[in-house]
Every structure is written in structure tokens, then in C-alpha cells.
């Protein structure tokens, strides 16, 4: 399978823990977003990486949620001390500029339960 | 700040019709504007791209139109089948910054039946 992929697929944690999701994006792409979508929404931005370097973060990235991309290749996002408003769909989503089009492609995303 | 509408919010038609949905964006200063649609539970799936640039793409049954200039965009689908039941989102990404972050609408909710 060469889309992007994110592990885990479903995670269920208590408030007050730390959680760490990961995104596989597809092979050779540069960008890597994360975005985060809750029920009958349409997906928000959090952030965006050009290989390794965090080149936008959104005011909905708390400082408790921190991402990174080592080696400009897989990307972790944490959430540290959940709260039950982080409840959502965890996207990843990966590109590569080619011919001036910029298309996305998106994971299956990680959905997150704070009880 | 953009912001993208999307009308209607759901939809239900009979297998067979023909079907558009809208699409309006309020700043027109975009990069890109993407289809994509995303079934129950699940990621997003690339359905078409139209460059700022362009004015429609095609892929089978799929067409969609974009006017820059009066913020809107539609998506028309041929024929429609039980199979394209699901959520349909659009999404724009800015002109200049932001690695060309996307700007997702609420969705419109389709449902076609037998």
C-alpha cells in the first residue's frame, strides 16, 4: 500500500494522558499537514511541515500538542494532559508540488475518545 | 479569514438523477480548490483539483466548475449511484503561505437510493 497511513486507527484514553499518534505519508512527498476534524465538520488545520522543518502552526495547536517530523519522512503528533474537548479525527494528509498542483492526500486518520 | 459554504448540507435523490452541489468561498485570492469526498468513519478521498487557473476538470461521472471571481465552485454528478453515497467536502488552499493549507467547507450529506 503506498497512501499515507496512521497508527493507531482508533485510540481511547482517560483525561489527563498523554497520547502520541503517528502518519506514515506517502513515499518521496515533501509536505506533511495534520488536521483535525470533529463531528459534522469540515477538517481545521494544525500544522504543516516542508520535509523536516514546522513551517506553520494554527492557534488551534494548543502548547499542550506538540509534532514533529525527525528525518522529513514519518510525523508524530502528541497531545499531552487530554481533555475531553480533543475528542476528534486525527488527520494526516501528504503532497508533493508537481507542475504547480498541490494535492493532498489524506490517511484514514486516528479518532481519539477522552473519557 | 477564509471561509467556505456549502449548500446543501444534505441532500437525498433517487438512483439515477443528475446533481449538483455548491460550493462559495469569500476570498477569492486562492491557490487551488479540491473535491473530495469521505465516507462514514473514515479519511478523505481525492475526488478532483482545479487549479485557480482553470474553470472546470472532469473524471467520469464527475465535473466540477470553479469561478474565481463570484467565490463559487459546484460539483456535478452524472447518473448518480447508491455507491456515491457519502459526504462530499470542498476545500481551498491560500494563494501565497501556509504550504498551501486547506480550508474545508461543513460538507453536504448525500445519500442516493435505489
Known amino acids: 500500500d503506498t497512501g499515507v497511513s496512521q497508527d493507531p486507527r482508533h485510540k481511547i484514553t482517560k483525561r489527563g494522558q498523554n497520547v502520541t499518534f503517528r502518519c506514515d505519508p506517502i513515499?518521496?512527498?515533501?509536505?506533511l499537514y495534520w488536521y483535525r476534524q470533529t463531528l459534522g465538520q469540515g477538517p481545521e488545520f494544525l500544522t504543516y511541515?516542508?520535509?523536516?522543518?514546522?513551517?506553520?502552526k494554527s492557534r488551534l495547536l494548543s502548547d499542550r500538542f506538540s509534532a514533529e517530523r525527525p528525518k522529513g519522512s514519518f510525523s508524530t503528533l502528541e497531545i499531552q494532559r487530554t481533555e475531553q474537548g480533543d475528542s476528534a479525527m486525527y488527520l494526516c494528509?501528504?503532497?508533493?508540488?508537481?507542475?504547480?498542483?498541490?494535492?493532498?492526500?489524506f490517511g484514514a486518520g486516528t479518532r481519539l475518545s477522552v473519557l | 479569514k477564509q471561509e467556505v459554504t456549502q449548500i446543501p448540507a444534505a441532500l437525498s435523490v433517487p438512483e439515477g438523477e443528475n446533481l449538483v452541489l455548491n460550493c462559495s468561498f469569500t476570498?477569492?485570492?486562492?491557490?487551488?480548490l479540491q473535491w473530495f469526498r469521505q465516507d462514514p468513519g473514515k479519511g478523505l478521498t481525492s475526488l478532483l483539483l482545479?487549479?485557480?487557473?482553470?474553470r472546470e476538470q472532469t473524471s467520469g461521472r464527475l465535473n466540477a466548475s470553479l469561478d474565481k471571481s463570484s467565490g463559487r465552485s459546484t460539483l456535478y454528478i452524472a447518473a448518480s449511484q447508491p455507491g456515491d453515497s457519502a459526504t462530499y467536502l470542498c476545500?481551498?488552499?491560500?494563494?501565497?503561505?501556509?504550504?498551501?493549507?486547506?480550508?474545508f467547507g461543513t460538507g453536504t450529506q448525500l445519500k442516493v437510493e435505489l
Open positions: 511541515f516542508q520535509n523536516e522543518a514546522q513551517l506553520e
Open positions: 494528509a501528504s503532497s508533493l508540488v508537481v507542475n504547480s498542483k498541490n494535492i493532498q492526500y
Open positions: 513515499s518521496e512527498h515533501n509536505r
Open positions: 476545500a481551498v488552499s491560500r494563494l501565497t503561505g501556509g504550504g498551501n493549507k486547506l480550508t
Open positions: 476570498d477569492s485570492a486562492i491557490y487551488n
Open positions: 482545479i487549479q485557480s487557473s482553470q
